[in-house]
């Protein structure tokens, strides 16, 4: 090895990089949310999120929301901190929150889907997975089901 094939890498540089973060979570709405509601509500999440550099995708069905947010681990650190204390919701349950290298929602500062405009098959499929993980949290698997489920919405509104 010869000078030029050495590339010194700084100590510390792994910590100095932006950590990307995903954290997905269901919950329960404390009232209905109807349509025209939650696209005004979408519409000022994703404000925020463009500024703050977050892209994601929001579920809602039957009074469940199911969430994944997805950027710099401070920001998305913030961002759970105020959505946990939100008042339109509660019984939130984190289902997953990993470092990521990639995002899988790059140019959503906020998908939104709405399960009542969703066709049966796929109503059910969200039903019984929001219902599933509110009732046996410690599921094994559950944030395998989770990602399925997330990129399952994902691929359908691409
Ligand atoms: C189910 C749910 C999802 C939310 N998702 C987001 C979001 O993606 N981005 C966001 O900024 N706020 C989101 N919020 C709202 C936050 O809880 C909080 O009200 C908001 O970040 C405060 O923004 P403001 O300081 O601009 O008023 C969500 C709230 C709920 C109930």
Known sequence: MN??????????????????????YVSVARRPVHSKELAE???????????????????????RFMQVI???MSNIRTLFENIKSDPLHDQILKIFEDPIQNREFLNWSLGVVNGSS?????????????????????????????????????????
């Open 3 to 24: 000078d030029e094939t050495y590339i010194p890498c700084p100590r510390g540089i792994l910590s100095e990089a932006v950590m990307l973060l995903t954290l997905s």
């Open 118 to 158: 969703l066709g049966l098959e796929d109503q059910t499929l969200l039903n019984r997975f929001l219902e599933d993980a509110g009732a046996q949290p410690t599921t094994p698997g559950l944030a395998g089901q989770g990602s399925r489920m997330l990129r399952h919405f994902r691929n359908a509104m691409l």
């Open 41 to 63: 509500l979408a519409e000022k999440y994703r404000r925020n999120n463009a500024r703050n550099d977050i892209t994601g995708m929001l579920l809602y069905h039957d009074l």
């Open 70 to 72: 997805e950027g710099p």
